[in-house]
Nanobody
């Protein structure tokens, strides 16, 4: 079973950038598709983006396309979420998640393992 630990969150002004990392242990990250989700106060957890096992394909929710980039380094068991041009509405706790089965779905229920989350706050 894989364990996931996120880092890199923080407070940033609108227009700024942050890079989140998700480090896996216990099993090779290459066995999993990786998703990023976020949850703002009082809201449901929502899909941000996901990347397939090899890193050859990534998918994003419309509101972050062109601003966020997901990547992975399987050799170092790390997935990353680069966030540029941040907006106040991006404020949330961000989670990485791993899925052992095939595909790169955009639903919370499709992912088997979750990190503890990291807070991202964007000030206006």
């Amino acid at each position: 079973q894989v364990q996931l630990v996120e880092s890199g969150g923080g407070l940033v002004q609108a227009g700024g950038s942050l890079r989140l990392s998700c480090v896996a242990s216990g099993r090779a990250l290459s066995a999993y598709a990786m998703g990023w989700f976020r949850q703002a106060p009082g809201k449901e957890r929502e899909f941000v983006g996901a990347i397939n096992r090899s890193g050859s394909s990534a998918y994003y929710r419309d509101s972050v396309k062109g601003r966020f980039t997901i990547s992975r380094d399987n050799a170092n068991n790390t997935a990353r979420l680069q966030m540029n041009s941040l907006k106040p509405e991006d404020t949330a706790v961000y989670y990485c998640a791993a899925r052992l089965a095939g595909g790169v779905p955009n639903t919370v229920a499709a992912y088997d393992h979750w990190g503890q989350g990291t807070q991202v706050t964007v000030s206006s």
